[in-house]
């Protein structure tokens, strides 16, 4: 291997190192060994590159966290569907009874317990281990903490897991604790800058405008301030230069935005969008996003449309109405209401659309590039097409 190649090698490992950080910012040898072997290999490169977004790499013993601090109170996060609020209470709860946890290892059943009382004495919203949608939030809650490292499945069994959640029957499933994950879950600091926002300094502009580059995949200059606007035209070409350095994607620069494309590594297969799949959702993403990019009306920022809920439900309703028979069961079953929430649901995940508390569609640049649905049925029988068949979403440049 000359050096050339052995250098270009090595910027590749450190791009799945920092790509995966960005996928899964808890990175420990029971959760995925060869990324923990890759992030220690290169961790003093990650550090440089965590720094250049005003993030920062901790460590404790055999866990390294990602950590994301706001800037101007703004929480760097990724597009997409939030966690369901109920969980993460639940999973605060269950990190709390596990700090007062002597043993190193816990049963579902037991954890189920300690959040019963908890609850109670925080005064939060009680749990009740008698209803199964509580169990089902538990569980949820507890496949949180499993994905930040603080718990470890250890039964093997799922069908002993399942038949917990169902029925409140056994133990559930065995954990071990992990308490140096547990220490790196929560950052009372960060807390508070995303509570109490200090004012966004100068000097953090060049960080914010790669984050949001990175993290959202798409940079929109007409939505930024004159400040960050006029910064970005004076650095564009450092600034893209550093995303596409520290994640191995390109940087298409269009007239409305700057679309950082990713080269879709196993370890970062979350921060790209699978839309449109060959999925009744996508189908039906896509179907009600032409409708209501025909009828939607320019917003106020350059670049967005927006589109009424009045409007987009009776759009919905009409989508039902023509292809009812193709429609899966539950879409079919839930008629409008179900196609407008499962459409927008989808479209939010693939960070083309937002949703306003009073159901407003505003409809993101980016949505602009996937047009005219297709299905490809084939042979297929027609109540069978959006269960089964391909999909196609041509894209308008």
Request: glycine share 6%; proline share 6%; with cysteine.
């Amino acid at each position: 291997m000359t050096a050339l190649s052995f250098r270009a090698f090595d910027l590749s490992d450190r791009q799945a190192a920092f790509t995966g950080l960005l996928a899964a910012p808890v990175v420990a040898p029971w959760l995925d060994a060869d990324h923990y072997g890759l992030v220690t290999r290169h961790e003093r490169d990650l550090e440089k590159w965590a720094r250049r977004l005003g993030y920062r790499l901790q460590r404790i013993d055999r866990c390294v966290r990602l950590r994301r601090v706001p800037i101007g109170g703004a929480p760097a996060v990724p597009r997409g569907l939030p966690p369901k609020r109920r969980p993460l209470v639940l999973a605060l709860v269950v990190a709390a009874a596990l700090e007062d946890q002597r043993e190193d290892s816990i049963t579902l059943q037991e954890v189920s317990d300690a959040v019963r009382h908890g609850t109670a004495a925080y005064e939060l919203a009680p749990y009740d281990p008698t209803q199964r949608a509580h169990r089902s939030d538990l569980v949820t809650a507890v496949r949180i903490l499993a994905a930040h490292g603080v718990l470890e499945q250890r039964t093997q069994r799922s069908d002993l897991l399942h038949s917990w959640e169902r029925e409140g029957a056994g133990i559930g499933a065995g954990y071990a604790i992990h308490r140096d994950a547990l220490v790196l879950l929560i950052d009372t600091r960060d807390a508070e800058l995303a509570l109490v926002p200090p004012p966004r300094a100068a000097e953090n502009r060049g960080a914010y405008l790669l984050r949001i580059l990175i993290e959202t995949q798409a940079l929109y200059p007409l939505e930024l301030s004159e400040d960050d606007r006029n910064y970005l035209t004076g650095q564009r070409h450092r600034l893209i230069a550093q995303a596409e350095e520290m994640t191995g994607g390109t940087v298409e620069v269009r007239s409305d935005a700057l679309v950082l494309v990713l080269p879709g590594r196993g370890n970062e297969s979350t921060l790209v969008s699978s839309f449109p799949d060959t999925t009744a959702a996508s189908w039906v993403g896509l179907a009600l996003l032409d409708e209501v990019v025909a009828v939607a009306r320019p917003a106020e920022i350059p670049g967005r449309r927006v589109c009424p809920a009045a409007t987009v439900h009776v759009l919905a309703e009409e989508l039902v109405r023509k292809h009812r028979a193709r429609l899966t069961v539950p879409l079919r079953e839930g008629g409008a209401v179900a196609v407008r929430e499962k459409a927008a649901e989808t479209l939010i995940d693939a960070g083309l659309l937002d949703v306003s508390v009073d159901g407003e569609w505003t409809l993101l640049p980016t949505a602009a590039r996937y047009r005219n649905a297709e299905l490809d049925a084939g042979a297929s029988e027609p109540s069978a097409l959006f269960d089964q068949a391909p999909i196609t979403g041509k894209e308008t440049q």
